[in-house]
C-alpha cells in the first residue's frame, strides 16, 4: 500500500516515536510516498500507529545522510516531490537560438553555479523536439509564425522546463548563495526587481501595486516534470502570440517583455496570489545575479 508521509525534524520528541531512517536530507520538511510493505511502525502520543519508511527514496534530497527522523502522515494535499532528484537537482541554459549567433556559448558563470546545481546547455533542436509532444497543439502550430528569436528563447525555457524539470538560468546568471535548503514548494522562483511606480511598466501590463513585484524568466525552477505552474505559463503565452500575432505589426521590445517574457511568469505568480491557490516559492531579490539584463533589446 502506498501512503504519502511529510518529514519533519522532530526536536524533543520520546524516543518511542523515532525510528532510523537512511538515504534522507536535511530538508526541514517535505513530502514522499512510501510504501508501508518495507516501513514499520511506532506508537504515536495518540496510541495510533505510524508508518516509518525504511528505503532509500530520493524524494526529499539536497545532502542525504543516515539519521534518526520522523516521518508523519502528510497534511497536504497533491503529489510527492519529483520522481528523480538527481533529475531535479540540475540546471539547464539555452544557447543557439538566436539565427546568427557565432561565438561560443559562455562558460564561466555555467561553471561556477555548478557547485550548487551541475549545468547543461540545450539549444533549439532540444526544444524544437518537445513542441509535438505538448499536449496543446497550438503550440506547435504557433511555434513558426514566431517572428524574433528572443521570444522563442523565452517560451522555448517554459516548455524545457515544463518537460524536465530541475532549473533554468540564463547563461549570464550567477547563482549567488545556495538556495535549495529552502525548497518547500514544487515551483521555485525568483524576484527580479519591486518598482516604485507602476509608470515603469509597459503599456500592455497590469498597472496595479501588487503587479510592482515583478517575478523574473531569468531563472525559474520545478522540482517535478510536467509542472503545473509553467503550464499555465505557456497557455497564457499561446493565448497572447494569438492576440499580438493578429494586429500583424512589428513586435517591439516591450512587446517582448508581455507576450512570453517575464510579464507572464508575473502575471500567473500573482493571478494564483489573488485565488489564495500559489503553491510558489518566491526566493528574493539577489539570490541569483543575471550580469547582462536587456542584451537582448533591439535585436
Known amino acids: 500500500m502506498i501512503r504519502r508521509y511529510r518529514y519533519e525534524k522532530p526536536y524533543g520528541v520520546p524516543a518511542s516515536r523515532q525510528a532510523s531512517i537512511e538515504g534522507f536530507s536535511d530538508f526541514p520538511s517535505c513530502e514522499v510516498e512510501c510504501s508501508t510493505d518495507y516501513g514499520g511502525t511506532y506508537d504515536g502520543d495518540d496510541g495510533n500507529p505510524s508508518y516509518i519508511c525504511r528505503s532509500n527514496l530520493p524524494h526529499c534530497g539536497v545532502n542525504p545522510f543516515t539519521t534518526t527522523e520522523l516521518f508523519r502522515e502528510s497534511y497536504r494535499p497533491g503529489k510527492a516531490w519529483g520522481s528523480s532528484v538527481s533529475e531535479m537537482k540540475s540546471a539547464f541554459y539555452m544557447w543557439g537560438l538566436k539565427p546568427d549567433e557565432s561565438k561560443p556559448c559562455p562558460m564561466q558563470n555555467i561553471v561556477e553555479n555548478n557547485k550548487y546545481l551541475p549545468g547543461k546547455v540545450v539549444g533549439l533542436n532540444e526544444i524544437e523536439s518537445l513542441l509535438p509532444k505538448y499536449p496543446n497543439p497550438e503550440l506547435a502550430g504557433i511555434w513558426p509564425k514566431i517572428p524574433r528569436w528572443i521570444i ?108 512570453c517574457g517575464p510579464d507572464v511568469i508575473t502575471t500567473m505568480y500573482h493571478r494564483l496570489n489573488q485565488k489564495g491557490k500559489n503553491e510558489v516559492l518566491l526566493l528574493p531579490n539577489g539570490t541569483v545575479a543575471n550580469e547582462n539584463s536587456g542584451s537582448w533589446r533591439g535585436k
Not at 503550464?231 to 517591439?252: G, H, V, Y
Open 152 to 259: 522563442k528563447a523565452d517560451l522555448g525555457r517554459l516548455v524545457y522546463l515544463y518537460f524536465n524539470g530541475g532549473f533554468y538560468f540564463d547563461v549570464d546568471c550567477k547563482i549567488n548563495k545556495n538556495f535549495l535548503e529552502n525548497i518547500d514548494k514544487e515551483t521555485i522562483l525568483f524576484t527580479e526587481a519591486i518598482l516604485d511606480s507602476t509608470d515603469e511598466l509597459g503599456p500592455r501590463e497590469i498597472k496595479d501595486d501588487a503587479h510592482k513585484l515583478r517575478v523574473a524568466n531569468y531563472a525559474m525552477g520545478s522540482i517535478q516534470k510536467n509542472n503545473k505552474f509553467y503550464q499555465k505559463c505557456i497557455e497564457e503565452c499561446i493565448s497572447r502570440l494569438k492576440a499580438i500575432l493578429q494586429e500583424d505589426k512589428s513586435i517591439n521590445d516591450l512587446d517582448v517583455l508581455w507576450v
